[in-house]
């Protein structure tokens, strides 16, 4: 496949212009959520009196703006700090395979001291737990039925699906993530599995932008501002299956783009996966480009046959064969008697509820989203994305990179859902490798042109920034993390242990309640109070002893036996 042809050498007023647009962009977008963020805050509330998106945006978030703005002003006030970054680009063009190795080892690391290999939001939790079933060899998670509603309270059944009469539990999403997670968690090591993910897609960005621009120079910009932001990171260090599916909406991309009927083919096969990774809404909204692109030309259609082809063994075998089984287990997402009213009617009310026109909470909703957004990428990588747009080469990619990109944010105003907990917007996160792909394209043509140093400077130093405050916000995502698990009683290394958790809405005690399968030296069950717990250990286990009891609920040994 031929590359585009690299841009002409412009005229000097086009690059300046653009740079400016870059440098007043990225201080002034920081500055201004910065200043809205903290203008939203109640001088009234704290941050518990929050919800955890508001929570996590008005005050997590408001910091990082802060800092962003601050480590923007700082490359730009300081020139040699500029030039280390374009030195950084360099060697990572030179060795783009030790970049990608260096990141995954990094990656682990953090998964295991910043994320302390704890799934923190139920999101991350269910299909952790659907792995372990997996894993144990079932397909549902089997638990003693008189303790089902105590390990799946009514607040999780939007995540998680039980029979509370059979006792058997499965995650609510579909298993896509889960069987990838399953060979790590016959280990207990699910935590490398989205680190080893994003090791992948930092390969597949570098590839896809040297390939945009005909260079492997673009694709080392572009591997380093992927690297220079920090929702890149935290989400690849978490369990959420938002880094897969940008990986593998990446992989899907570059298959398509090699041009052959087999390259179409893979990349069904690919996209049939990451529509069973989480559910179907990101991999497809992200892949409508891509298809219409291949529907308008009837010399396009064998390509887009054998694209739909590909879809069929996974995302429709597995897919249609997961819904099928869990209707089949009469797994229900609510504590309650459920009458069904068929399994297209139920799946249809299910999709339905999650979907509606936009409203003003809506809307503002998706403002702050777009603030996460913003912040959580390297300063500027949005601006220079969007100058990328502005290309018109002999090949669509950049197009079709810049309509998954736009239809993805668009699509998800009309969903109700806020995302709760989550680094950065992750509902955009599924699409968002466009954005250093872009931007890494666009900043290597700019230093072909008569601006050259300026641009190296300015991509060196705003990758600096990027790379300066990511420290500061896996600080916080580990705080959010280690303030949660205070809000539990440890129990002893040594022994069996049931811990109870006592609800508490503004502190999402309910999601501390985790339990594997196959692993039962700790059982941990939501509290009913004091008494309602005290004679449900006495009923299930007699000669438990209560060790420990406070606030937070409380802690029973187990008899040896």
């Not at 490359?75 to 063009?93: E, F, N």
């Not at 747009?389 to 669509?396: A, L, T």
């Not at 944010?409 to 466009?434: C, E, I, P």
């Not at 872009?438 to 990027?466: K, N």
Request: proline share 6%; hydrophobic share 55%.
């Amino acid at each position: 496949m031929r590359p585009e042809p690299e841009a002409a050498t412009a005229p000097a007023k086009g690059p300046g212009a653009a740079l400016i647009a870059l440098v007043i962009g990225s201080l002034a977008g920081a500055g201004f959520i910065a200043v809205m963020l903290g203008a939203m805050r109640s001088a009234s509330k704290g941050r518990y009196d929050y919800p955890i998106f508001p929570r996590l945006l008005l005050f997590d978030d408001y910091r990082g703006a802060v800092a962003m703005f601050s480590a923007t002003l700082m490359v730009a006030a300081l020139p040699p700090v500029r030039q280390i970054g374009a030195r950084l680009a360099d060697a990572v063009t030179a060795r783009p395979r030790a970049t990608v190795g260096v990141a995954l080892v990094l990656l682990c690391v953090a998964a295991r001291v910043v994320y302390l290999g704890h799934s923190l939001s139920m999101d991350e939790y269910a299909p952790r737990l659907q792995a372990h079933a997996f894993a144990q060899g079932q397909f549902s998670a089997d638990f003693p039925p008189a303790l089902t509603d105590r390990i799946v309270p009514k607040a999780s059944r939007i995540f998680l699906f039980a029979n509370s009469v059979t006792g058997q539990v499965n995650s609510a999403y579909w298993p896509g993530l889960a069987l990838l997670m399953t060979p790590f968690a016959l280990v207990n090591a699910e935590w490398m599995l989205n680190p080893l993910l994003s090791a992948l897609g930092l390969w597949l960005i570098f590839q896809l932008a040297t390939t945009l621009a005909g260079d492997k120079r673009a694709g080392g910009w572009a591997m380093l501002f992927a690297l220079a932001s920090p929702g890149f990171v935290a989400n690849a260090i978490s369990f959420y299956a938002m880094p897969g599916l940008l990986t593998l909406n990446l992989a899907f991309a570059w298959l398509i783009m090699r041009g052959t009927l087999a390259s179409a083919g893979l990349a069904g096969l690919v996209g049939g996966l990451a529509l069973v990774m989480h559910n179907p809404v990101p991999h497809a909204v992200f892949a409508a480009p891509w298809l219409l692109w291949l529907l308008f030309d009837r010399a396009r259609w064998p390509s887009l046959a054998a694209v739909l082809l590909g879809y069929l063994p996974v995302g429709a075998g597995v897919g249609v064969g997961w819904l099928l089984a869990v209707d089949a287990a009469n797994v229900k997402p609510v504590v309650e008697a459920h009458v069904s009213q068929g399994f297209v009617v139920d799946w249809v009310t299910r999709f339905r509820g999650v979907f509606s026109f936009p409203t003003g909470a809506m809307l503002l909703t998706r403002m702050g989203a777009t603030f996460k957004a913003w912040v959580w990428s390297m300063p500027g990588s949005f601006v220079l994305a969007g100058l990328a747009m502005r290309r018109r080469g002999d090949k669509p990619w950049t197009a079709l990179f810049a309509a998954s990109l736009l239809v993805t944010y668009l699509f998800y105003f009309f969903v109700v859902m806020d995302q709760g907990h989550g680094w950065g917007y992750r509902y955009l996160h599924t699409s968002w490798g466009a954005v250093p792909v872009l931007a890494g394209a666009f900043v290597y043509r700019r230093t072909r042109g008569v601006e050259s140093a300026l641009w190296r400077s300015w991509g060196g130093g705003l990758a600096v920034a990027g790379l300066l405050i990511t420290p500061f916000y896996l600080w916080q995502v580990r705080t959010n993390i280690t303030d949660s698990l205070a809000m539990r009683i440890d129990a002893p290394d040594e022994g069996r242990w049931v811990v109870f958790v006592a609800p508490d809405t503004m502190h999402y005690t309910v999601d501390l309640v985790q339990d594997y399968p196959g692993q039962d030296r700790v059982l941990t069950l939501l509290s009913e109070g004091d008494a309602a717990d005290n004679l449900l250990i006495t009923e299930q286990v007699p000669g438990a002893v209560l060790s420990a009891r406070d606030a937070r609920g409380s802690l029973w040994r187990l008899p040896d036996r």
